[in-house]
């Protein structure tokens, strides 16, 4: 980013991505969520391309970028119409983490895969019981063996069906203090002992949630991603770090896939409220219509700018500020989104809640980005908190 523009070569990946997307489209992204079928051309071909790895390093089959490069691609494919939440968890937040720290044998055998597309990584760490408070999990790693036995509950897994791996969060109990540690595991898809049933969701999206009943798994040593031991390899806070190196990548991204949306149905609104002619002007002449898109265009480009800080801190390697500025980024793109998604029905009239439109599916899909990954609320207490220094509430 220089100044308050991204660089030629980011807005020039923007535009071979939005063209990439443009081919496929909102038409056959919707057909095939509603016949149940995957997207999985797309995504191959975004693999193929080199955008699903862009973040990744070369050495292990990526593109040697930031969050900054990879959120623009999750944007832009959402700004088509054609969103894949799978971008936020994989190659963002699964391949962060494992970039970061996973020894080389564990880059090499998982990141080629998550680059091209052909062992895509879902994430699991919400809980039934634990929900939002993810410091209460209990799906629980024992030492077995030269391995581990693994067991416990997830919820709203996204994309299990459609990846060879899951990034298990999990938890340690230390038999001399008593203290529980997160930590993360690879966990194949096909293990003996993991079940995975889908929730029917009201999402109209290719890309499935699921829960996860671990019961038993047996994993090897080296399924373990990054420490275990606080006093032992690189000194670190255990599993801790880890998981917290992935929740900046995850908000930015999420804010992306929020914004993305938003330019979709803002684009889709101000062409109908060209066309559509009642009282012999078209609708956008009046300003009922007009104003409340022209409001989400500018809530949408506030977003988006926070969301461009965000990476960019990230990926100067200043964490502590990216923090603030993705929770805000992801706070202020989950808002816009929702509003303009609700603007885009409104200017369709009838036709804004028909399938043939297809502009109703927008609402639940926006409605999610203030809920998932993290909510507005725990933003807020976030913002409470670190930034205005209030008490914590909870
Ligand atoms: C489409 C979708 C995809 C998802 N994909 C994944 C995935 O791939 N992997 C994964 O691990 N999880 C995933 N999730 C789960 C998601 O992260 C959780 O739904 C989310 O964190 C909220 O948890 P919860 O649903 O248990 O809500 P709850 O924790 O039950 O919260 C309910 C409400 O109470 C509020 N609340 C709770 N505590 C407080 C507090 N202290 N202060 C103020 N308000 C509070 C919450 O903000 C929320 O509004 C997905 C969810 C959705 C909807």
């Not at 970061?100 to 919400?126: E, N, S, V």
């Not at 996204?158 to 990034?167: M, P, T």
């Not at 500020?321 to 603007?343: I, S």
């Amino acid at each position: 980013m220089t100044g308050y523009t991204e660089s030629e070569e980011r807005q020039a990946l923007r535009r071979e991505v939005a063209k990439l997307a443009g081919k496929y489209g909102r038409e056959w992204f919707t057909e095939r969520a509603r016949n149940g079928e995957k997207t999985t051309e797309l995504w191959l071909e975004i693999g193929r391309n080199g955008y699903l790895g862009i973040n990744i390093p070369e050495e292990y089959g990526g593109g040697g970028g930031g969050i900054g490069d990879i959120a623009a691609v999750c944007e832009e494919l959402a700004a088509q119409g054609c969103p894949l939440l799978l971008m936020v968890v994989s190659p963002a937040i699964c391949g962060t983490i494992i970039s970061r720290f996973g020894t080389d044998q564990q880059k090499q055998r998982w990141l080629p895969g998550i680059c091209d597309g052909t062992a895509t990584m879902a994430f699991a760490i919400t809980e039934p019981e634990a929900g939002t408070n993810t410091h209460n999990i209990s799906t629980t790693a024992r030492p077995d063996g030269d391995g581990w036995l693994l067991n416990g509950r997830k919820t709203y897994i996204s994309g299990v069906d459609e990846s060879d791996n899951v990034l298990v969060v999990a938890r340690t109990e230390d038999a001399r203090t008593g203290r529980v540690k997160p930590v993360l595991f690879v966990v194949p898809t096909d293990a003996a002992g993991l079940e995975c049933r889908p929730i029917p969701m009201e999402i109209v999206s290719p890309e499935l949630q699921f829960q996860l009943f671990i019961d038993d798994v047996r994993l090897p040593a080296d399924a373990l991603v990054g420490d275990e031991d606080p006093s032992t390899g690189s000194g670190q806070r255990g599993g801790l770090v880890q998981l917290f190196a992935g929740l900046n990548p995850e908000r930015i991204m999420a804010a992306s896939f929020s914004t993305g949306l938003a330019r979709f149905a803002l684009d889709r609104a101000a062409a109908y409220a060209q066309e559509r002619t009642v009282f012999d002007a078209p609708i956008g002449t009046h300003q009922a219509i007009a104003h409340p898109l022209a409001q989400s265009k500018i809530e949408v480009e506030l977003a988006r700018l926070m969301t461009q800080k965000a990476a960019a801190l990230y990926d100067s390697g200043d964490d502590a500020g990216a923090g603030e500025a993705a929770n805000m980024a992801k706070y202020a793109a989950a808002e816009a989104a929702c509003d303009a998604a609700d603007r885009a029905v409104q200017a369709h009239g009838g036709n804004g809640i028909t399938q043939e439109y297809g502009m109703a599916g927008l609402l639940v899909a926006t409605r999610a980005g203030r809920i998932a990954p993290v909510s507005r609320e725990m933003i807020l207490n976030y913002v409470a908190m670190h930034s205005l220094g209030l008490p914590k509430s909870y």
